[in-house]
């Protein structure tokens, strides 16, 4: 049905159309125009006035979506000035004028020319107005209108998440929230159910509930277990028209897990366990795992284990594997198999961290049996003690037995044990022991004084098995037997003033002694007893293990007697006591007169300071060095003189040899041997130079003997053409100078090898022989110089 509304405003007036079925609510335009309008007649000579009223409009509705074949009608525009001649035109302006709305420029008629979507835009605003066409004047002014979208049911509910994720501890009460789904509709919630929207679960029954207006999904079993089901999936759905028929719906999932809760106990998988040990496992062996189960994850599955009871308790330890939760079984001390075979141990496993909201379901432990066996092995010797000291006199015999060890086997068989002695720790041999039953005695003497303390090892050896060994260290002190005798702590420099008075102190002495009493050492000082009554000084025992020497007279007399020896007696008082005679030397000086020494003659500074053993070997050494160096200068000079005559390593023919021996006369038979030139056997012997090192060791080429008899001269020229003609001769092997004269010297030979040995010979000739020869003329010539 088609309703028709009409509106006059004094000079034009509109008629607008809608389709839909309900009354529209009228607006008063906020428009209003106010306009003077002088009009033909009169009255009363009286000009009349009339003031235009605002446009009364009401508002249109427009179905969304509109889906007919035709354009949707909107309403109509017209003025009563339009005379239907076409003169005037209607023109459309606002929200979405000339695209979403038409208007017919000639008739005034509106119509929507798209399909129009409320949920993009609800409300459009437009004007409209009224011109000629010829002037182009508005004939009537711009006025506004509203355009409202009328909505449909056209969109479902959307969630704002489409899936959802939510926890709650397992055993959680009835009702308990667990999460809030929302959904939201793009319809109007002002018009109608289109956007009222109903949740509903559509999966997760009968484990939770959603409230239908709010959303919230709450529990709706009690004490769901997390060990049974930890994850559900819950499907929601938001229905919109209050979840009536025709409503449109839209569903999310949500995602629920169970958390954990400390609700479980732990729990052994079985009553009693099984384990053995050796017995030489070393405390903190492991020996098992054993493992209580606890359903429940993270802290509330942490497991302490203990011992809680058991003959075993003190033997064994149990720790928690934080990692695993297991309990280790471990050694806590040493084992026996031949003391205890077989140990129980009642273990417990408790949980950490208990909840106090279920407690009332049961204590939060369990206890399990465990049963030990313990091996039995070979082991080595037991000492019965872990150390042994033993003490001993210094004085004790060889051979003396000092002390014993003692060992066994604990093992069940009781092995036979043989004893030793670590040499590594004895190197000396200075104890030993019987090997059969520990005892130790004495190979070598002692001295406390050297070694105060000995500690040697002894090794105990299974006899049948000797790789089962033990050893055990032994302590071995030396008691002091006094054996010593005191002495002087010191070398004591004494010396006494000439001007020295009677009963002055002039030397503090003490002594010391290498024994050690266990009482401390106490000494006593005195003169020996043939200068009991010495009468010049005395001994004054301090009684604090000091003495002082003091004067017995007034004045001393370096001239008289420079030096004075005084021989005192030093005691012990240990058992046995021992004794000692020290001489003091106290030498005469001069002093001022405050007693400080001025000088002392020679013979008193060198005779009691004497000289001790260092300084003399130092003097002896440097006295040897000093001998040693003298030794070694005069050997390189005699070797220097018997260098070779050639030592250079050119050829010997490039030096000059000077010779400045003249031969030692008629007498000397041992100088030269001329019959070696005469001997043609004497040059065949090949001989090496000393004082040349040949680099090639040459054959000499031996030629036939020459006669005896054979000339000197001619033997000579003989060599040398031989050598000259070998080729291997050596060019640098000699330079072999004979001392041949030849037949025409006017002299004659000078050597005095013919000359008789008897006999006056007449050597006046010499002075003939010119001034070269006069010093010989001179030597040999008169009597006068057989004289001299």
Not at 209 to 227: C, F, H, N, W, Y
């Amino acid at each position: 049905m088609m309703r028709t509304y009409s509106l006059t405003v004094l000079l034009w007036s509109c008629m607008f159309h809608a389709i839909h079925m309900m009354p529209f609510q009228k607006r008063t335009n906020k428009h209003s125009h106010t306009e003077r309008i002088t009009g033909l007649s009169e009255i009363g000579g009286k000009t009349l006035h009339r003031t235009k009223r605002g446009w009364m409009w009401n508002q249109f509705f427009l179905l969304e979506e509109y889906t007919g074949p035709d354009t949707q009608y909107v309403g109509k525009l017209h003025t009563d000035q339009d005379k239907g001649d076409g003169n005037l035109k209607y023109i459309l302006t606002g929200d979405g004028a000339g695209s979403l709305f038409i208007i017919d420029e000639n008739t005034g008629d509106i119509h929507a020319a798209k399909k129009l979507d409320r949920e993009e835009k609800s409300l459009y605003v437009l004007r409209a107005k009224a011109i000629d066409r010829k002037t182009g004047r508005q004939v009537e002014p711009e006025s506004e209108f509203i355009i409202k979208i009328h909505d449909i049911n056209d969109n479902e509910p959307k969630f704002t998440k489409d899936l959802y994720t939510a926890s709650i501890p397992e055993m959680s009460r009835v009702g308990t929230s667990v999460i809030q789904v929302t959904a939201t509709d793009a319809d109007d919630a002002n018009y109608g159910n289109s956007a009222k929207v109903v949740y509903s679960i559509l999966q997760g029954q009968p484990y939770f509930s959603v409230d239908p207006e709010t959303g919230i999904i709450k529990t709706a079993l009690p004490d769901m277990s997390r060990e049974n089901r930890e994850q559900y999936q819950v499907v929601i759905q938001a229905k919109d028209m209050g979840g009536q028929m025709g409503g449109l719906s839209g569903t999310t999932t949500v995602n629920i897990t169970l958390t954990d809760v400390n609700d479980n106990p732990p729990r052994f998988p079985q009553s009693t366990y099984q384990f053995s040990s050796p017995e030489s496992a070393p405390p903190g062996t492991p020996l098992g795992r054993i493992k209580a189960n606890d359903p429940d994850v993270g802290e509330n599955a942490e497991v302490e284990y203990s011992i809680s009871n058991g003959d075993g308790s003190d033997m064994f330890d149990i720790i928690t594997d934080k990692d695993t939760q297991e309990g280790i079984i471990t050694v806590k001390k040493h084992l026996d198999f031949e003391n205890k075979m077989l140990y129980t141990l009642r273990v417990e496993a408790t949980n950490t961290h208990p909840d106090p909201r279920f407690l009332q379901l049961g204590p939060f432990k369990d206890t399990a049996l465990v049963k030990i066996s313990v091996e039995d092995i070979d082991e080595p010797p037991v000492f019965s003690r872990p150390w042994y000291l033993v003490e001993v006199d210094e004085d004790a015999k060889e051979e003396s037995v000092i002390g014993q060890v003692v060992a066994q086997d604990p093992d069940i068989t009781k092995n036979a044990i043989k004893y030793s002695v670590d040499r590594h720790t004895d190197l000396d041999r200075i104890f030993n022991i019987y090997s059969g039953n520990g005892s130790l005695f004495i190979s070598k003497p002692l001295d406390r004084e050297e070694t105060p303390w000995h500690n040697i090892t002894v090794i105990a050896t299974e006899i049948n098995n000797p790789k089962q060994s033990s050893q055990i260290p032994v302590f071995i002190r030396i008691l002091d037997i006094n054996d010593h005798a005191p002495e002087f702590a010191k070398y004591y420099e004494t010396f006494v003033c000439e001007n020295a008075r009677a009963g002055q102190l002039i030397q503090t002495v003490s002594a010391v002694d290498k024994d050690e009493p266990p009482q401390g050492h106490k000494f006593f000082f005195e003169l020996v007893p043939e200068f009991a009554v010495h009468p010049n000084f005395s001994v004054v025992d301090n009684k604090d293990n000091t003495a002082g020497i003091m004067t017995r007279r007034n004045g001393y007399s370096r001239s008289k007697m420079s030096t004075y020896l005084l021989p005192i007696i030093i005691f012990d008082n240990d058992y046995p006591i021992q004794s000692s005679t020290g001489t003091l030397t106290i030498r005469v000086c001069t002093c001022d007169s405050r007693g400080n020494m001025q000088s002392c003659n020679a013979e008193a500074l060198l005779l009691p300071a004497g000289l001790s053993t260092g300084a003399l070997v130092a003097i002896l050494l440097c006295i040897i060095i000093l001998l040693v160096l003298v030794v070694l200068f005069t050997a390189l000079k005699r070797q220097r003189k018997k260098e070779p005559l050639i030592i250079s390593k050119d050829d010997v023919r490039d030096n000059i040899v000077t010779y400045n021996d003249e031969g030692g006369g008629e007498e000397d038979t041992q100088a030269f041997d001329i019959g070696t030139l005469r001997n043609p056997e004497a040059r065949e012997e090949s001989k090496m130079r000393r004082d040349v090192i040949p680099e090639t060791i040459f054959q000499i080429r031996r030629t036939a003997p020459l006669w005896e008899n054979i000339d000197v001269q001619d033997f000579i020229h003989r060599r040398l053409k031989e050598n000259d003609l070998d080729p291997a001769a050596p060019p640098y092997d000699s330079l072999a100078t004979y001392a041949y004269e030849g037949n025409d010297s006017i002299a004659n030979s000078l050597s005095s090898l013919e000359s008789l040995a008897e006999g006056n010979q007449d050597y006046d000739y010499l002075t003939d022989w010119g001034p070269r020869f006069k010093k010989l003329a001179d030597m040999y010539g008169g009597e006068d110089s057989d004289r001299d």
